[in-house]
């Protein structure tokens, strides 16, 4: 169905039916001017947006809407985790180019509850409009946390432990792996048509590359999830990180961040830094520096901490959290030492989209 | 300067400089995975969004980009008034394509900057990213107020009386002008190139419209004020409105979602419409039904809202306020009264971007 058989507010009626607030906080969710948030009594509010843009942060030529939503919402989620919070409410807006169909939109959306249900987060609200180019995204995670919980940055010392959530590079080698799938499609579409074979043109209309044993890499990059479960982890273990965000630029840039923030210096193991068999293994195929992926790849969303050096083997013994190194004093730099003993300058190249 | 001679988190650094968070409840602004609040004990939180899109919303040929920062704040700060809330803090996002540089961004910030200002209102957060197509403009408010303070657009009763601060239509008028003077621009253009006089260009490009006596609908489309005054009014005088919102998508637009949620009918008087000179004297100019543009024009950001008939004198003594009808049963319908005594039933044409 075309949307403008439906126009803006039957848009909104119609993906807003069955949403219905969950949150105890929730008073008044989509329909007025406003939302309307109760905050639970001594907590504070957390709040952080993003603005996706298509051409630059996902590409619909392989990226199911579906799974864009999930990921949209997913990303905002992991920014509240990452202050050791509770995401409860999101709000959407879209800007939508005439290409688009109900039901497209309406798959999106599927994927952008779907991340809600998980975390039990309401959408309260948004902003539907038109776009003369291609689809955006924009969304905004509130959450909330008792004042003593919240971690920043900026609270790393030195000798504090460098922990990470996961493995990294994967969301990047699986990012690597759809770009070169489509190059070759591309390849062949181009072929068909200079040779003009309709026979040639209707096999490749069917065909889906094979992804076998590569499926994880994939997921990383299409369906990425906000670790809240470590959130949960730490508490259990009565471990409060001194310092805290997630990794959503690659983990050099978001080092820097935490010895910027914290005026501290830091010094990392290259052997220590969590990889996954496929990232390694896709990495070879494609001749490209593994521990370089890792450091520099992003949108791996895990989580970036550090804990008191006294929280060693407490640390330790939660599932899927890696010592990698440890804060030293500023003066030290950042430091990555290589599998030889050799050491390097940490930089963040990371995900640097204004950059040439 | 290049944007990317700065890269994204120069560009943040750089317009994130001088701002400092003024409100008592902004704990911590823009560096970290989220901005932290503390909600004023005993308030509610509201939350409002929007996104603006090039070629949509905005024409840079004739919205200096200052002017646009103010708006797109402004409008969001609208929404929160339109709850009898006050706004505290706005979170801002932009994805911006190539052809802006650092100037053209802290001038858009610079506009962002002075509608915060004015209604002492922290910019707490955002995202900074790239665009391939055009700009996109997300900006989320954070508001407070009472519960009981509140105001849905729910709560307008049979008898009530229909209110609207200032004036209607003023802003469509001005679009009007603007639309008209590009075209004649445009096609001035087109006839040089084809004469191919140079003398006529360089002209061309240094010819300004003449505005003169058409400034304030002009300022009403490009600098439109959020009327926090009629709140602080409207409380001085000791009224509660029994619904309210803001005249974004035009007059009969709001009235319908009113009477809508409120499940009700209306009756409102042509005669009662408020009109400024400079936009009768456009519509007249233009051959435009000027009581068409005050009911579907749109962009007013204007409050409408209603009041217990009781208290028709006192809303009457407010400055800048005028009761315009009435709220009726839900089977009279929406009514317009016409100044010849005809009867017509309100349409919502409004601004529907999405329609065809």
Redesign the interface.
Known sequence: ME??E????G?IDRLAKDISPKNDST??GI?????????T?G?????????L?????FDLTYVPLRHLGYKAVMVNLS??F??N?RPR?V?V????S?KFTVEDIEDLYAGMKMACTKWGVDI???????????L?I?I????EAR?ED?I???GARPTDLICVSGNLGAAYMGLQLLEREKAVYDEQVAEARRSGSKEQMEMLSEMQPDFSGREYILERQLKPEARGDIIDALREAGIRPTSM??ISDGLSSELLHICR?SRTGCRIYEERLPLDYQTAAMAEELNLNVSTCALNGGEDYELLFTVPLALNDTVAAIDDVHVIGYITEEDKGLALVTRDGGEHQLK?QGW?????
């Open positions: 949307i403008s439906l126009g803006e507010f848009l008073v008044k329909g007025d001017d406003c939302a309307v948030i109760s905050p009594e907590m504070q509010t957390l709040v952080t947006t993003d603005l843009m298509e051409g630059v942060h920014d509240v990452a202050m919070a409410q709000t807006s879209l800007a939508i005439s309260v609200g948004g902003d539907t409009t038109a776009s003369m180019t291609g955006a924009s905004t995670a509130i959450g004042p919240i920043l940055r900026s965000m997630d923030q963040a640097n989209h204004l950059k040439s």
